[in-house]
């Protein structure tokens, strides 16, 4: 059975109850949980001769990634807490985050990635999301998909 768990969040719907779900798995098996958040890197966006017109500074932007991750992770923790399941948490910058993902998973030393698909609409609802199919593909650590 699986004993350590990634469970990677943004924050969204979905995710949030993949999150609660996982946190009930980790409960009834006894495993615990590393929540992860992938911060987005900053982009600095240019408009014709190169006048920008984005006003956030690089700094001021990784303080409300910060925040961001921290608020996410802080709700998975507190689902954790309540349900007596041990939880680390963890948040890295990365603009791949599937592959921030697949890493963090390796080295917290998770037997497990636990994650949300996305939502369905149309002809899309018969795909996985693109992260979620990345981290499927490219990762050596099992992968539960959660819809």
């Not at 982009?43 to 017109?53: K, M, P, T, V």
């Not at 990634?65 to 921290?70: G, N, R, V």
């Not at 921030?100 to 990635?113: F, S």
């Amino acid at each position: 059975m699986f004993k350590h768990i990634l469970v990677p969040t943004d924050g969204s719907e979905l995710s949030s109850a993949t999150a609660k779900r996982a946190v009930d798995y980790a409960q009834e098996t006894g495993a615990r949980i590393t929540a992860f958040y992938a911060k987005p890197e900053y982009r600095i966006a240019y408009f014709g001769e190169g006048a920008l017109i984005d006003s956030t500074t690089p700094a001021t932007f990784a303080e409300m990634a910060e925040k961001q991750a921290a608020e996410v992770l802080g709700k998975v923790a507190a689902w954790c807490k309540e349900a007596g399941v041990p939880c680390d948490t963890r948040s890295t910058t990365s603009d791949l985050p599937y592959e921030a993902i697949i890493n963090a998973a390796t080295d917290a030393g998770c037997d497990m990635i636990f994650m949300a698909s996305h939502g369905r609409r149309g002809i899309t609802g018969l795909l996985l999301g693109s992260e979620t199919n990345k981290v499927l593909t490219h990762s050596k650590i099992p992968v539960l998909v959660y819809r």
